[in-house]
């Protein structure tokens, strides 16, 4: 620590990120004070890079996908001493209203997420409940461990929509959500995997990923989709992208008595026209999911700690803090890029 100062990196306005020497925060009895050592850029954070979230509480901290050290712990901590390796789920919420006992955390009137609502983990330390931290193993790699938040993502949308062995699953999207999508349908034994996507590259890393076919994006999907179904439709259609366009696929990817999984987050005005005629007859659900909480975190170290995901390419690209405002234009403008990471020491 640098006379209580550390660098953080300060969303100032749309399209402004500054580097600033900031108070490293005070910790509470119950809290923990994280060294955080890698925070990956993810959709949400290029929504507030764009204007689109978060506006209203400008300037603030972002980032939520982060790995760290314990550096300090509060008085009342008894979890832990100090010097463990940490994730920490990042929905802050009452624990004691009706959603939180229900295990919906993101629904309490009290909730707010780290680096969305409140300063976050593009900082060399960041301030947890110790309720909140989760320790992973020793042996975890930290920059896969800055991919658990994303990975609980899609593992919470896969309990949500109760995905099953054999089941066709149809995924919109070839961005680095969409491929973990693929990582958990496979885990889960969905077959076929259906990828459809617009990026030839990012759509060969989907079958390396475990996806048995992809197709682009286009007029003759639907028939592609059909005759890779045995003519019906996807068993389940999930939404990755967060375009009105491609919400509207879904209706025609879905088959009758199918499940459609609203996944990829719109802006607030975004609206799709359905037809509740057909949504009856062919008895359509649909399911939204939005973050991992909870056991979703746990559930998903375990997963990354006996390796059930490829996580290679998701680090390829790693920048220092000093540098960030660069990696969020890298990510704006190269394609071939799927994540950047951000090193809080390099």
């Known amino acids: 620590m640098n006379n209580g100062k550390m660098k953080a990196a300060m969303f100032l306005e749309p399209g402004k990120i500054q580097v600033q020497n900031v108070n490293i925060p005070e910790i509470k009895e119950n809290e923990v004070l994280v060294k955080v050592k ?9 929504h507030i890079y764009n204007g689109v979230y978060s506006k ?17 712990v509060g008085n009342q901590v008894k979890r832990f001493k100090g010097g463990e390796k940490v994730v920490a789920d990042i929905n802050f919420s009452c624990g004691t209203c009706f959603y939180c006992r ?26 947890i409940p110790q309720e909140m931290i989760y320790e992973i193993p020793q042996e975890m790699d930290l920059k896969d461990a800055a991919l ?5 993502c899609v593992v919470r949308s896969a309990k949500k929509h109760h995905m099953k062995f054999a089941e066709s699953v149809v995924i919109i999207g070839d961005g680095a959500i969409a491929l973990m999508h693929v990582q958990i349908a496979k885990i889960c034994g969905a077959a076929p995997i259906i990828v459809i996507g617009l990026d030839e590259d990012k759509m060969k890393k989907a079958k390396e990923f475990g996806a048995d076919y992809v197709i682009k994006s286009g007029d003759g999907m639907y ?39 609203a996944f990829g987050l719109a802006s607030e005005d975004c609206a799709v026209p359905y037809k509740p005629f057909e949504m009856i007859l062919k ?14 975190l746990a559930e ?36 071939s890029v799927m994540k950047i990471l951000i090193d809080m020491e390099g």
């Open 300 to 335: 998903s170290i375990t997963l990354v700690k006996h390796g059930r995901f490829l996580l290679e390419d998701y680090k390829k690209t790693i920048v220092p803090l000093d540098d960030i405002g660069k990696a969020f234009e890298k990510l704006k403008t190269d394609k």
């Open 56 to 72: 209203e509480i400008l300037p603030f901290i972002a980032g939520h996908e982060f790995s760290g050290v314990i550096e300090k």
């Open 223 to 261: 028939e592609e989709v059909k005759a890779l179904t045995e003519g019906r439709g996807g068993d389940i259609v999930i939404e990755a992208v967060g375009l009105p366009i491609t919400y509207e696929q879904t209706f025609k990817l879905v088959r009758p008595g199918g499940r459609i999984v």
């Open 148 to 152: 658990l938040e994303p990975i609980s």
């Open 102 to 127: 229900q295990n919906q955390p993101i629904m309490c009137k009290e909730m707010r997420q780290l680096g969305i609502h409140i300063d976050g983990a593009f900082a060399e330390y960041v301030a």
């Open 38 to 46: 890698y925070c990956g850029i993810c959709g949400t954070d290029m």
């Open 283 to 296: 008895e359509l659900s649909m399911v939204g999911s939005v973050a991992g909480a909870k056991n979703d």
